[in-house]
C-alpha cells in the first residue's frame, strides 16, 4: 500500500538522520572523556585554566559539563528531527 | 542544642518525611508497583533516579577515593558520569516505548526466547545483590559513629524505613520517597563544601576553588600545592595518578557501560509518560547527579589538603579531635613504628588488611594495633577511605548542625539507592520469574501480593548481609559493573540497533561475555589474590576493568554466532522497527 510505503520511507529516512546525529554526539563523548581526560591528557597537562592543568580539569570537571549539556543537546534536536519526520509523541 | 541532640532531630524528622511520603503514595495496582503508574513528570524522574544512582559509594566514599588516589580518581567521575549519555542516546528512549516493565521483559521478547529472559534475571538478581551489600555498609558506618548505636541495630533500623516504604508504594512509593532523598542529601553535601572551599580558597564555590589559589597570601593553587606537599612525603603527584593508562581507559569505560546496563537505573525510564521523555529525564539525572560529582572532586582535594596539615608529621599527642573520634570507631588507626610518637605519613600502607585492635594504649595514647607492620615503607597511619566525607566538616571546624545534616544525607544515599535495587529485585521474581515464565495466568492481585512478599524477602536477605558482611563484599563490587557491562548492555543495545541479532547470538554474547568477566575477576579477587599485580593481569588490564574486555568479548561472539544461525522471525523485525520510532508509545502496558 502507497500509504505504508511512506510511513515507511519516512521512518527510515527518521533513523538515518537520528543515527547520524548520534555518531556526532558519541564522538564528542569520546573525545572529552577518553580523549582529553585519558589518552592525551599530558599533551593537555601543558595548558592550564585557573589552577588546573587542563586534561585533568576535562577528567574531573570538564567531560561531566559536555554530558550533560550532550544528553539536552540531543533531545532537542530529536525533537525536531522528529517532527520533520511527522513521527514526534 | 549538642551535636548529638541535632543527629538525632535531623535523621529522625528526615525518616518521618519518609514515611509520610510513602503512606501518602501506596501502589494500588501492579502497574503502580512496578513502573509508579508510567506517569511521572521527567524533571522529578530525573531527581528520583539521581537519588536512585547515588549510593552510599557516591555520597561516603568517592570523595575520599579521590582524595586518596588523586588523578587516578577520574575513573569513577567520568565512569558514573558517562555511561548517561550512553543511556539517554542508545537506551532509554527504546526501552521506554517498547513499554513493558522490565529488562529481562525486553531482552525476553526481543530475542523471543525465555532462557534469554532467565539469563538476564540471573545476571540482574546477582548485580543487584553485590550492590545492596555496599549500601549497608554505609547506613551501618553512619549509625555506629553518628547515633551511637551498634552497627546491627542500625541496620535493622535503616531495613524497617525501607520495608515500609518499598513494601507499601512500590516503585510509586519509591520515586516520591527519592525525590525527598534527593533533595536531603544534595543539601547535605553542599553545604559542607560551600564552607570548606570558602575556608581553604576564598571562593564558597566548589567547582571554582579547587582552581583557585590557597587562602594563606602564598599564591599557590591549590592543586599545585598538592602536588608538592605529597612529593615531598614521596606520593605520586596529586593529579599524576600512579594508574597505568590503559587501565584508567578501560575502568573508566567499564564503569560507563556497566552503569548504562544497571537494571535499577534503565527501569527508572519506564516510568515517564512518553519515549521524548525518557531522554529529557536522563538530562534532568545527569545534571542533578553532576551537581554532586563536580563538587566531589574539590571536597576530596580540600580533605586531602587539611588531611596533610593537621596529621601529617603531627605528634599523636596534638592530634586533632576528629582523629582520636574516628579512632575510637576503628576506621583510623595510628601504629608508631619508629616510637618517636610522630604520625609519620608516607606512600604505602602501614600493614595489610584493616586494623585488628590489641587492649591496652600505646606510649603516647594511641589504641595498640596487632597487625604487623608492612616492611618497605614508613607510613604509620591508616585512614579508612569511606570516612573523609563524613569527617570532613569536623576536620574543618564546622558547626554541629552541619555534621547532623551530614548523617542525615549519608542515610538518605545509602537508603534511597537500597530502596530501588530492592525493587527492581522483587520485579524480577514475582514479574519475570512468576508470572512470565511460571504462571503466566496469575491474577493481579496474586501478582500484586508476591511482588510484595519478594520485596519482603530481599530486605531480609539485604538485612543479613548487612549484619553479616561476607568478606568478599568490598572485593566484587567490580562484579556489579562488569558484569552489568559484559552481559546487559551489549544485547540490549544490540536488539535496538541490529535487526538481524538472532536468540542465538545474543544468548552466546551474554553467556561469553558473562563467563570471562567472572572468571577473570573470580580468578583475581576472590581465588587467587595474590596474583593480582599489574605484571600477571591481561595487557595490564585490572578486574575493574576488565568489563569493558568482556563487553568487546559478548559483541564479537554475538555478531559471530548470529552470521551463522537463522535471522529472527519477520515480527521482530516490525517489533524493532516500532521501537525506533517514539510515536505512540502510550503508557507502560502488561502484555
Known sequence: ?89 | MSTQTLIYLFVGASFALYIGIAIWTRAGSTKEFYVAGGGVNPVVNGMATAADWMSAASFLSMAGLIAFSGYDGSVYLMGWTGGFVMLALLLAPYLRKFGQFTVPDFIGTRYYSSVARTVAVVCLIFISFTYIAGQMRGVGIVFSRFLDVPINTGVIIGMGIVFIYSVLGGMKGITYTQVAQFCVLIFAYMVPAFFISALVTGNPIPQLGLGSTVNDGSGTFVLQRLDESLQMMGFPAYTDGAKSRIDVFCITAALMVGTAGLPHVIVRFFTVPKASDARKSAGWALLFIALLYTTAPAVAAFARLNFNGSVAGTPYAEAPGWFTNWERNGLIAFTDRNGDGVMNVANGDPFTGTPAFAPGVGPSGERLVSNPPLPGNANEVYVDKDIMVLANPEIAGLPGWVIALVAAGGLAAALSTAAGLLLVISTAVSHDLLKSTFRPNISEKNELRAARIAATCAILVAGVLGIYPPGWVAQVVAFAFGLAASSLFPVIFMGIFSKRMNKEGAIAGMVAGLSVTFLYIGWFKLWNPDASTADDWFLGISPEGFGFVGMLVNFAVALLVSRFTPPPPPEIGRLVESIRVPRGAGEAHAH
Do not use: C
Not at chain 1, 529516512?13 to 592525551?40: D, Q
Open chain 1, 1 to 89: 500500500m502507497p500509504e505504508d510505503d511512506a510511513r515507511t520511507a519516512s521512518a527510515d529516512a527518521y533513523w538515518k538522520a537520528n543515527v547520524r546525529l548520534l555518531l556526532t554526539l558519541m564522538a564528542i563523548w569520546f573525545a572529552v572523556s577518553f580523549g582529553a581526560g585519558i589518552l592525551f591528557r599530558d599533551a593537555l597537562d601543558r595548558f592550564a585554566i585557573g589552577g588546573f592543568p587542563l586534561g585533568f580539569w576535562f577528567a574531573q570537571q570538564g567531560s561531566i559539563y559536555v554530558f550533560v549539556a550532550l544528553i539536552f543537546f540531543y533531545h532537542w534536536k530529536m525533537k525536531r528531527i522528529e517532527r520533520r519526520h511527522d513521527l514526534d509523541d
